[in-house]
């Protein structure tokens, strides 16, 4: 890719619809549709992809003898691993994905204009350049609201990690991105202006906010916002 299509803008789509969307996926496991085009840098970068052991079709698409047990995991939980050149096994030499239609959940799920939308830079430089490129637009004011507390949210995790039970916050780029996205409604009361009564007061009342939040977004009963950390939030 030349320099000038790295400065060139991709339309990202209208933020609102595309908030709904990338919701949808990390709660329910939906495709995100993302307009990727020739672009392959989140297969070619160097990343694990984890496979869980729900995910029939991924686990009967990919050979056995790639993967092998995720650290920290439950037994069935699995990771794929990247070649001696950062890329993906699965891939093709053209840069796709020989089991598009059977790919993980990881992948199904992973969309680098979270990085656009959390105002955060991806931890690879090639997705960096890519996700700096996207461009969303607004169909009404509150769809800028709700981008504004996207970022909002990614600011104060990262720059508040003493207020969340252990300091638990996402060091990952992406996890942390993810976490903006699920707790967005935190930052939205009122459009975030200051003085709305909603709004919590103080940044511990605002790191519990965020707990609950996220507990309340995965839905699983599991998450207990007096012992869960923001890094319970990961994808």
Not at 70 to 79: F, I, K, N, R, T
Not at 138 to 143: I, N, S, V
Not at 217 to 232: C, I, L, T
């Amino acid at each position: 890719m030349s320099s000038a299509d790295h400065r060139r803008v991709l339309p990202a789509g209208e933020f609102s619809a595309w908030l709904r969307e990338m919701r949808a996926a990390l709660s329910c496991g939906e495709d995100s549709d993302v307009p990727c085009g020739d672009c392959c840098a989140c297969c070619s970068t160097s990343h694990f992809v984890h496979v869980g052991p729900d995910e029939r079709d991924a686990l009967a698409a990919v050979p056995r003898e790639l993967t092998f047990p995720a650290p920290g995991a439950p037994a069935g939980h699995l990771v794929l691993p990247y070649d001696a050149h950062g890329r993906c096994p699965l891939l093709d030499a053209r840069g796709r994905c020989t089991i598009y239609d059977r790919r993980p959940r990881t992948c199904r799920v992973y969309d680098c204009r979270v990085f656009a939308a959390a105002g955060i830079p991806a931890d690879r430089e090639s997705i960096v350049r890519q996700a700096a490129r996207w461009e969303f637009t607004y169909a009404d004011e509150h769809a800028r609201a709700e981008h504004a507390a996207v970022r909002a949210a990614a600011r104060f995790v990262r720059d508040n990690a003493g207020l969340f039970p252990g300091g638990a916050v996402p060091e990952d780029p992406a996890q942390l991105a993810v976490l903006a996205v699920k707790a967005a409604g935190v930052f939205l009361f009122g459009g975030g202006e200051a003085g709305d009564p909603r709004r919590p007061a103080f940044g511990s009342e605002i790191a519990g906010a965020v707990v609950q939040a996220v507990a309340g977004f995965e839905g699983d009963g599991e998450a207990d916002s007096s012992s869960s950390g923001a890094d319970g939030a990961d994808s």
